[in-house]
Each structure stands twice: as structure tokens, then as C-alpha cells.
């Protein structure tokens, strides 16, 4: 009876040249480590890392896997879910330092003085529509289908230089009143980064931003401004962003409740823009006034300056700067750039299964899996501007699910050749030289292509 050969090989064989170097160049291993992700016995942390990041590339999940056996890993299942759901690992914090190694190493070094770096800052749907038994499970008002959703509000902090994106952190956001939150668990330790996790979900969206973005200035990412969309803008949250030492653009509401001093009165945006003359002709922008923001008896001049409202011609839309120095064509381009994280949400969703590879009813296993698909979206955009690359990063995406198909084609193809010769050696009783020659003489008979690439790998 023929015995077959064992499949031992490492994870990091199967990985493509620019993947491996990516993990190497950031030193992704040890940002897991300073995230306090250590293994306390059994295979290595960066291990189960590695093989879950390269899952989406196999178009395979994990369990698919496990049932074909194919593209095993060299740990059990049960391994890879217990790392998925170790609270200890600070997420927000891996993340944060791998960003920002990549913006200190890769971007910011290539990028004119003149360019504007900002942070971005918005909300996406995270569902989880068809679980009920989730930890910290809330409904979620979904702006893209008008309905409520049971899942969480993502809320990203983003870095862009307005070529590039770079996620840093984020977190699942549950509802702040208990009687809303679902599935709540309360034996975790309080002293763990578990639990702190936890604390931040419950938290209202303005304070977890603060919160993230405080994460990123102690890791030293440069950025001149803070960019949100009108969901976060209001005179506390300006005062805040401002203290961390941030200039704010951002959209406002035109909302009654919301003043602003005006000429030494308390005014709405409306009113404000009732009491003064437009701009006439086709200005991109009616109208451009200075204000103060007043919050606890403390105020920040800045500058408002009313759009047009390309959709609707009769209507405006209004952006706030705390920079008073730079003109209004100058705010309306550098708010431009919070289209970028719309675009990080579409990849991240559509591209790289965003909520839908990972089906634990963990929290810590949900947080893990964002931190994974961060990764994966910033090796993606690493490679896009590095190499100057004219497509769009869902075609980056698939290029590597290609490249990374043909990898584990020959390696099964090698596995071939390696049990060809031990039944030739067997049942042959032949020497090894003869065995070579018969080897070297199938592989002159097939393609050339493949011939190319069995010699590169």
C-alpha cells in the first residue's frame, strides 16, 4: 500500500512574494505583539494571523477548507477561534501602530510639504441581520435601506493624504442604553482590555471618536485637520477635536437648536444666512461668513461658508472651518477628501467580506475580524501607491486572489512530483539519479509557461 506524504508546509510558503514582504517591510508580527497578542502555548501568534489575513484571497472560509482539505493550516480550527476571541488583544491599538508605520515609512517621506493630511472620521453599517444571540447586539438605523438592522455602527478613524487611505482604528458601536443592548455579558474582568473594549461600545459616537483619535496622536500620525460628516458636528464636539490641537472641517447642520455668535448674537445657520448677501454668478460656493463657537463659555473663531447643493440647486449645504487663515476654496477641497473613507467602506464590504467572513457570536472575534480586514485594505493600498498602479484596488484585490490561486496550484503540483518519485523508488527499486532524469524529462514535456514557474518557485 502506497503511503502518501504528509503536507507540512508553513504559512508563509503559500504567501506571494509582495504579501510576505509587506509583513516583513511593517513588522507585523511584532505590532501584534505590542498589541499584547502572545500565544501561552502552541503555534505562533503570527501564524494564525497569517493564514486568517489570506482567507479572503483563497475565495474559501476557513470551514470550506476544512471540508475539501485543502489549503489546511498547520493548527486545528479550534485554535484559530480562540485567538479570534482572546480579549486581552488590544485591536484598536494593532492597528493604530501599523498605520502609522506605514504612513511614517511608506507615504508621509514621498508627499509634498504642500499636501494636506487630515483625518477622517465616519460610521458604516456593521450587520449582523440574521443572529439574535450576538454579544452587544442593538438595531442600527441603516441610511442605505431606510429600516432599522440588528448589528453595530463601525466607526473608523481614517488617515488620508487625498491620494491615499490608511483605516487606524475603529470600533463597533452598540446602543448607550442597556435596555437596548442584547446578549450582555457580565463576567468579563474589568481589568481587561476585554472589558475596556466593551466600556468604549456602549459610549456615544462623539465620545469613541475622541477616544480613537487620541489613539492616533499618541502614535504620532501627522495630520493637520479632522474631517466628520454633519452625524458628529456640534460646538462640544469642535471645542474637543480643537484641544487635541486639530483644526476641524466639517459639515454642520442647518438646525435651529444648534447657534453660532454671529456679530455678537446667537444665530442658526439659517438665520445667519438670511441676514447676509450672496455671492452672485456661478461661485462654487453663496456665501462666506466668521463666527464663533461658544461652548462652557469658551469660544473658537471659525469661518462658515455656505455651497451650493449640486443635487438640488435651491438648496446649500455648510462647512465649518476652525483654520480661519486659508480660503474657502481651499475648505471645500480639503472637505473633499472624506469621500476617500466612503470608497475604504465599498472595498472593505465588497471586496474583502467586511461582516460577512466572520460569524462568531463573540464581540472580541468580531473586533479581531475588523482588524484583520484593516490590514488586508492597507497592504492593498500600500501596493496602489507605491507602484503607481492606474487600477482601482478591487482589481488589486483579485490580481492577489490570482496570484496567491497559482501559488497553491504548484505547490500541490510540487506535492506530485514528491510522491512520484517515492512510488518510483518503492516500486521501481530505482536510484535517484534515474529518478531525476525521469522527472527532468516529464517536466521538459509540459508547457513552457509552467516550466517558468516551477523554476521561480
Request: hydrophobic letters at 40%; glycine letters at 4%.
Amino acid at each position: 500500500m502506497i503511503q502518501s506524504i504528509t503536507q507540512d508546509i508553513q504559512n508563509d510558503k503559500v504567501l506571494s512574494e509582495k504579501i510576505l514582504s509587506f509583513f516583513k517591510r511593517f513588522h507585523v508580527t511584532s505590532a501584534l505583539k505590542a498589541a499584547n497578542a502572545y500565544k501561552k502555548k502552541g503555534f505562533p501568534v503570527a501564524s494564525v494571523f497569517q493564514y486568517l489575513f489570506l482567507l479572503v484571497f483563497s475565495n474559501r472560509s476557513m470551514y470550506m477548507n476544512l471540508m475539501l482539505g485543502r489549503n489546511l493550516p498547520i493548527f486545528c480550527k479550534d485554535t484559530a477561534y480562540r485567538f479570534m476571541k482572546m480579549g486581552c488583544i488590544n485591536w484598536i491599538r494593532f492597528t493604530t501602530i501599523l498605520s502609522s508605520r506605514i504612513v511614517s515609512q511608506s507615504i508621509y517621506d514621498l508627499t509634498s510639504d504642500q499636501r494636506v493630511n487630515a483625518f477622517v472620521i465616519d460610521d458604516s453599517m456593521f450587520e449582523r441581520g440574521r443572529s439574535k444571540k450576538v454579544e452587544l447586539l442593538t438595531k442600527v438605523w441603516d441610511h442605505a435601506k431606510a429600516c432599522y438592522c440588528y448589528g453595530f455602527r463601525m466607526l473608523t478613524l481614517g488617515w488620508t493624504d487625498g491620494t491615499s487611505f490608511l483605516p487606524v482604528n475603529s470600533i463597533l458601536l452598540s446602543s448607550e442604553h442597556t435596555e437596548k443592548r442584547m446578549n450582555e455579558d457580565t463576567s468579563i474582568d474589568k481589568r481587561s482590555t476585554g472589558y475596556r473594549r466593551r466600556m468604549l461600545s456602549t459610549k456615544k459616537g462623539t465620545e469613541a471618536m475622541l477616544e480613537l483619535l487620541n489613539a492616533a496622536k499618541s502614535a504620532k500620525i501627522p495630520a493637520d485637520y479632522v474631517l466628520f460628516d454633519s452625524w458628529f458636528s456640534s460646538p462640544k464636539t469642535i471645542h474637543a477635536v480643537k484641544n487635541l490641537g486639530y483644526d476641524v472641517i466639517a459639515m454642520v447642520k442647518k438646525t435651529p437648536k444648534m447657534k453660532f455668535l454671529h456679530n455678537g448674537r446667537a444665530l442658526s445657520l439659517t438665520e445667519i444666512y438670511k441676514l447676509n448677501k450672496k455671492r452672485r454668478g456661478r461661485s462654487r460656493y453663496l456665501l462666506s461668513v466668521m463666527v464663533d463657537v461658544e461652548k462652557d463659555g469658551m469660544t473658537i473663531p471659525a469661518k462658515v461658508v455656505y455651497v451650493r447643493n449640486r443635487n438640488k440647486r435651491n438648496e446649500y449645504l455648510c462647512l465649518i472651518s476652525t483654520n480661519i487663515e486659508i480660503d474657502e476654496n481651499e475648505i471645500i477641497r480639503i472637505d473633499g477628501k472624506r469621500w476617500n473613507i466612503e470608497v475604504f467602506f465599498k472595498v472593505c464590504k465588497s471586496y474583502l467580506r467586511l461582516a460577512k467572513e466572520c460569524r462568531s457570536l463573540s464581540y472580541d472575534a468580531m473586533s479581531a475580524h475588523v482588524a484583520i480586514v484593516f490590514t488586508r485594505y492597507m497592504m492593498l493600498s500600500v501596493e496602489n501607491r507605491e507602484s503607481q498602479d492606474e487600477r482601482s484596488l478591487g482589481e488589486l484585490f483579485l490580481y492577489f486572489s490570482d496570484e496567491l490561486a497559482d501559488i497553491t496550484w504548484l505547490e500541490s503540483l510540487k506535492l506530485l512530483m514528491e510522491l512520484f518519485r517515492a512510488v518510483m523508488k518503492k516500486c521501481l527499486e530505482l536510484s535517484d539519479e534515474t529518478i531525476s532524469t525521469l522527472v527532468d524529462i516529464f517536466i521538459s514535456g509540459i508547457p513552457s509557461e509552467i516550466q517558468t514557474m516551477l523554476k521561480a518557485a
